[in-house]
């Protein structure tokens, strides 16, 4: 199945992540990115592809469900931390094809934000663990929360850049090396934020990492 | 002929001989730069520092220079909560004895110098504080190096352990490696490589639990009338930032590595034989400096044998206490007599017999717990059900069972907050207005909160996500079961172990019930 109408890309992508068919990348503009056929199903083979990630969080959740809960707990942060990689993923496929200069321009925000305080913020965040209760629905609840929001980050820290791997010619090798960085990047400890090219700087040393404060001074209280 | 570290009340006087040289050579070694590796201040930052904390408690200031950057790399090398939390440390005593007994026959001492060690566990006397630590001056009226003003224990003079903190129960862990998911804690802690971030698990083994953790918050404490949840109100020992810059610290650590040395030779016990460990870590090795300026790197392998080369030394007393074995007191327990049944120490262990940690019960969330605190966990009826039949079936046995019913843990995870001096003792289903000290037999241990500041910290290594703390409850669970009790809840207090543990607050992300076995 080939559908080239941008207005039916959301079928389209649907279509294809049920029959996992790859369908043609919708090119509005004559010219434009011309020749690039991402599509669902690589948008899909990326997210199963970035499942090992979460090898640590399943893990996790696995160890902190009573048995008989396990799988649920694991179905309802899967489906949960799928969510904003979906959205993303319909948007990217619903979206026309950008002019070379805004892929340019992309791409410059895409190289910013690697670089951004903010986010090593949410790199930071990843490596929290939630409280995850055993009993009741208040388990679905808190699994599906800590999905979400794992998903939510995921899809911050390496969303933009999926989104313009999906637009360059051979995306998916462009989107399989977000995935190698963004696998390289979550084995990383927590960091001071700070800007720094991903990948670079020494760790922080001990002390570095932790911020503590003088004491209040008397005088001044 | 190795070098013997001896007991220091064993040695006589307040001020023998060894003790004064060890007070000599620490007055040396603070006259040292900083820059030094063999300096009093460069070898406590090895075990951790902080610029702002060492300025605020005196020992820095902005004019202070910092070692160069391959120096500073040796600094807060500390291991806790890890499998190499004990040849760490054993590595780290040795450098540091071999660089004091290098100064103490510099200045005329004798070559045979060896660290002392503080026995808390010995008798009511041993847990004292050494007196030599506690006076401000030394015999010629001079200040004493060994003094630390900077050190609270619970407020009052001398300083004195509390009974249950120098239990030797860890010494009755059957295996050094902890389980899966922390499920047993294991004598030596959780497999780790030298980064241990958040994803990995961070439990205290037991006897870095008990007495290592709990010892460090009885005697740093916190000052007294302060704020014991403000970093600049505690003692030097209750926060590894600091803790190696008083002088008991180095006793206190030769007395853990000497239970190390007692635990490993006990029938049935031994440490890791897993590559990973001997020949580890493999993502950075352990490196400390000597008195002739080298930097020794070694690993775990190369610190099994105290007395083997390097280290060449052993204790006066390695002898194991006499403990009554856990399986058999289980059993009798379980037998209902007072005494271990005939065979009881034939029966095998859960620990030995393998399988997975199981939850069946767990709090409601959070728990928040500052002063006295009470936590209900719910348990699972399903898994509370094959826990039952296993009791039951171990009980109708009569203490003749094969095999060890099944373990119940209580694990504490996720501990958050800033007063690392605290020291709290749990209980397992006492009375709410109840003494606890009427329940002995319902305390699960004690939860120190040694570390806690640096677990907490959301930029450092444990991402802020605090630590866990395992506590066995087979016992109390027997007993319960016993009695009667439906085992539909738990009731969790924690009870503050000194006056100055009561105005201390932490977080708990869950406390979770695990079954071991069936």
Not at chain 2, 162 to 191: K, R
Not at chain 2, 461 to 488: C, R
């Amino acid at each position: 199945m080939a559908l080239s109408d941008a207005r039916h890309a959301p079928v389209a992508a649907i279509v294809a992540l049920c029959s996992g068919t790859e369908i043609a990348w919708p090119v509005p503009g004559a010219g434009a990115a011309a020749g690039h056929r991402p599509g669902a199903l690589a948008w899909l083979i990326m997210l199963l592809a970035m499942a090992p990630l979460l090898r640590i969080e399943v893990g996790l959740l696995w160890a902190a469900a009573l048995p008989r809960r396990r799988l649920t707990a694991v179905a309802a942060f899967a489906g949960a931390y799928a969510a904003p990689w979906l959205a993303l993923g319909f948007a990217a496929l619903a979206a026309p094809a950008p002019a070379p200069v805004a892929l340019a321009a992309g791409g410059a925000l895409v190289v910013a934000w690697s670089c951004a305080p903010l986010r090593q913020h949410c790199l930071n965040a990843c490596h929290a663990r939630p409280s995850v209760r055993a009993f009741g629905p208040a388990m679905l609840a808190d699994a599906g929360r800590w999905g979400l929001r794992t998903g939510a980050l995921c899809t911050a820290l390496c969303g933009p850049a999926m989104f313009l791997a999906t637009r360059l010619p051979y995306h998916l090798p462009a989107m399989a090396a977000v995935v190698l960085l963004a696998a390289a990047e979550r084995r990383r400890p927590p960091r001071p934020p700070a800007w720094r090219l991903p990948l670079t700087g020494r760790p922080p040393l001990p002390w570095e990492a932790r911020i503590i404060s003088p004491p209040p001074n008397p005088a001044q209280t | 002929m190795p070098f013997v570290r001896k007991e220091i009340r064993s040695l006589g006087a307040t001020w023998n001989d060894t003790t004064l040289w060890y007070a000599t050579a620490v007055g040396k070694l603070k006259e040292r730069s900083f820059t030094d590796p063999t300096s009093w201040w460069f070898l406590a930052a090895i075990h951790g520092f902080h610029p702002v904390v060492w300025t605020e408690f005196g020992f820095m200031d902005d004019q202070t220079p910092m070692p160069t950057p391959d120096r500073l790399a040796l600094w807060s090398q500390c291991q806790h909560q890890t499998w190499y939390f004990l040849p760490w440390h054993r590595g780290y005593l040795y450098a540091f004895e071999e660089i004091v007994r290098s100064v103490v026959v510099a200045e005329g001492g004798p070559a045979d110098w060896a660290l002392p060690y503080w026995n808390y566990s010995k008798d009511a006397a041993a847990r004292v504080l050494p007196e030599a630590f506690a006076e401000a001056t030394l015999p010629d009226g001079s200040d004493n190096p060994l003094f630390v003003p900077r050190r609270y224990g619970d407020g009052t003079l001398p300083i004195t352990i509390p009974p249950f903190s120098v239990s030797l129960q860890a010494l009755n862990a059957s295996t050094y490696t902890g389980g899966d998911d922390d499920i047993p804690p294991g004598f030596g802690g959780p497999e780790t490589p030298f980064h241990h971030g958040p994803e990995i698990q961070t439990a205290n083994g037991a006897v870095e639990s008990l007495p290592h953790n709990v010892i460090h918050g009885d005697v740093g404490g916190a000052e007294p009338g302060t704020d014991p949840n403000q970093w600049f109100n505690l003692g030097l020992m209750s926060m590894p930032i600091t803790a190696g810059l008083d002088p008991i610290f180095w006793l206190h650590h030769a007395n853990i590595d000497r239970l190390w040395t007692i635990w490993s030779a006990m029938p049935g016990h031994a440490d890791p034989t897993d590559g990973d460990w001997l020949d580890g870590p493999a993502d950075r090795g352990f490196a400390m400096p000597l008195s002739d300026g080298t930097t020794w790197q070694f690993t775990a392998s190369a610190v099994t044998d105290t007395r083997a080369q390097p280290l060449d030394y052993c204790y006066d007393d390695e002898t194991p206490p006499v403990l009554p074995s856990r399986v058999a007191t289980r059993m009798a327990g379980l037998a209902g007599r007072a005494v271990a049944p005939a065979g009881a120490g034939a029966v095998r262990e859960v620990e030995m017999a393998g399988g997975d940690p199981e939850l069946i019960g767990a709090s409601d969330g959070e728990v928040r717990v500052a002063g006295r605190t009470r936590a209900e966990v719910k348990l699972d009826e399903a898994g509370v059900g094959t826990l039952r039949t296993s009791l039951a079936r171990a009980a109708a046995a009569g203490g003749g069972a094969a095999e060890e019913p099944a373990r119940v843990f209580l694990k504490v995870e996720g501990v958050r907050g800033t007063a690392d001096a605290a020291v709290y003792h749990v209980f397992v289903d006492i009375p709410p207005n109840a003494d606890p000290a009427d329940y002995p037999e319902r305390l699960a241990g004690a939860l120190s909160l040694f570390g806690v500041s640096d677990a907490s910290a959301a930029g450092g290594p444990h991402a802020g996500n605090g630590f866990n703390q395992v506590f066995e409850i087979s016992g109390i669970v027997d007993a319960l079961h016993l009695s009667g009790d439906d085992l539909a809840r738990l009731d969790v207090q924690f009870v503050p172990s000194n006056k100055a543990s009561e105005a201390s607050n932490f977080a708990i992300r869950r406390i979770s019930v695990f079954k071991l076995g069936e």
